[in-house]
């Protein structure tokens, strides 16, 4: 039995660890670069309000302040597929993160 045991964990374990990533390519052609990110009132208003319903349903609001926007970018792609979100709300979420993210 506690073979049995041991087998079943090293198997979900190869299949966890082995599972794709975010990867650079992925990051790109979610997220948008920060030289592309809208900086309107009404679509940082729009990502403030995923961020506060969509975002808040796994874990609390984040301080974005503590990293720039390119450091946050791989974040943003990994969660918004989570999310499921489409292209539109990904620009808005992108941009409440950029509007809060550290100059």
Same mark, same amino acid.
């Given at each position: 039995?506690?073979?049995?045991?041991?087998?079943?964990?090293?198997? /979900?374990?190869?299949?966890?660890?082995?599972?794709?990533?975010?990867?650079? %390519?992925?990051?790109?052609?979610?997220?948008?670069?920060?030289?592309?990110? !809208?900086?309107?009132?009404?679509?940082?208003?729009?990502?403030?309000?995923? %961020?506060?319903?969509?975002?808040?349903?796994?874990?609390?609001? !984040?301080?974005?302040?503590? /990293?720039?926007?390119?450091?946050?970018?791989?974040?943003?792609? %990994?969660?918004?597929? !989570?999310?499921?979100?489409?292209?539109?709300?990904?620009?808005?979420?992108?941009?409440?993160?950029?509007?809060?993210? !550290?100059?």
């Amino acid at each position: 039995m506690k073979k049995v045991a041991a087998l079943f964990i090293a198997v /979900a374990t190869f299949v966890v660890a082995c599972t794709p990533k975010a990867s650079p %390519s992925a990051t790109e052609a979610l997220i948008p670069a920060e030289s592309r990110v !809208k900086t309107d009132k009404t679509t940082i208003d729009a990502g403030q309000v995923i %961020s506060s319903t969509s975002c808040t349903k796994c874990h609390r609001e !984040k301080d974005y302040s503590r /990293a720039t926007y390119d450091e946050l970018r791989p974040v943003l792609a %990994s969660m918004v597929k !989570k999310a499921k979100l489409d292209e539109k709300e990904i620009q808005q979420i992108s941009a409440y993160v950029h509007s809060k993210a !550290k100059k």
